[in-house]
């Protein structure tokens, strides 16, 4: 059969490439809303989380007048971080000269700053980073002047209240992470097709037909979207996960370039999270799990099992993967129909580096 010129993969060499990476940081992940917190996390005046949109450190602060504030997480003075992890603080004070900082990022005081002639504080402040919710996902942009993340986002809200999923009522529940040694849109390419689901997630398939004619497909704006029926009641080897209940179907949504948002059959749940380059050959992933309260806990732990079981498996895949693509043996390789969402993501990649 024929192979048409735009079912080609980008290269190969990309996805082993330190210089590739800081191209996609420069071009793709400065511009870009990613998945980082959720507003647990940030409950009252003073609260912070320290994170990272890839390789920007960034802070997202609860501020004194109850909005969240977002910013570079590097003092202004030599550059160190201001602050670590997460919890509560009246200031935002730098461990290393002292430097403080208000909620908002404004500096208030730099020791012998008085001594400076003409030192001015207002030009001194921590830099702002957009920030922007989605019921209670936070999202952050290191670009200052960014589109709303409604934008970004399209129709991906109404896709999970139609599908059954109000993430006004969801809570969370916990957050688990992973280190991969693949490059991050090894990790991204795996996620965006189930074509690989029949051989390789047999507990997967039992619950969910990944068939060609019933897994669909679909593209719109920034997010790639994923649907498959319920085809059996339960999880067979990949333990009892019951998918029976007011979600009638599951649905995986990529938000380019790098959040993941998931919905099982069954209960109301949303996992989400980001996939974050650490190298040109090593990813972080992290998920936060939420659900509806009154969601059965035994539920809930039958879920966590499938997903962990999904997760070992794809793990092998996408090593596996790498120490290929990263050998140098071949310049690319070809995407058949049922991978049109990588297609879709190698587009947006190319454009945005393009540009």
Known sequence: MAVRPESRTIP????????????EQEHVFARSWQYVAHTGQLPESGSFVATRAVHVPVLVVRARDGGLRGLVNVCR????????GEGRRETLQCPYHAWTYDLDGSLRSAPRADREPGFDREAHSLLPVAVDTWGPFVFVNPDPDAAPLAEALGELPALLDAGGVDVETLRFHHRTGADYAA?????????????????????FSKVVDVSEDAYRLEENGLVASQYGPVK?????????FDPSGAVERGQFHFLFPNTTVNVMPGHPNVSIGPVVPTGAETTHRFLDYFFAAGTPADWIEDLL?????????????????????????????????????IAHFQRLLVDALAS
């Open 305 to 341: 099992a499938f997903d962990d079981q999904v997760g070992a498996e794809d793990r092998v895949l996408v090593e596996r993967v790498q120490r290929g693509v990263g050998s140098g043996a071949l310049e690319g390789g070809v995407l058949v129909a049922s991978e049109r969402l």
């Open 12 to 23: 190969y060499a990309w996805y082993a490439n330190p210089a590739t990476l800081r191209t």
């Open 183 to 203: 490059n991050w849109k090894v990790c991204a390419e795996n996620y965006l097709e189930c074509y690989h689901c029949q051989v390789a997630h047999p507990g």
């Open 232 to 240: 059996g009641a339960r999880g067979g080897g990949a333990g009892s």
């Open 77 to 84: 003075h030599r550059g160190s971080l201001v602050c670590e």
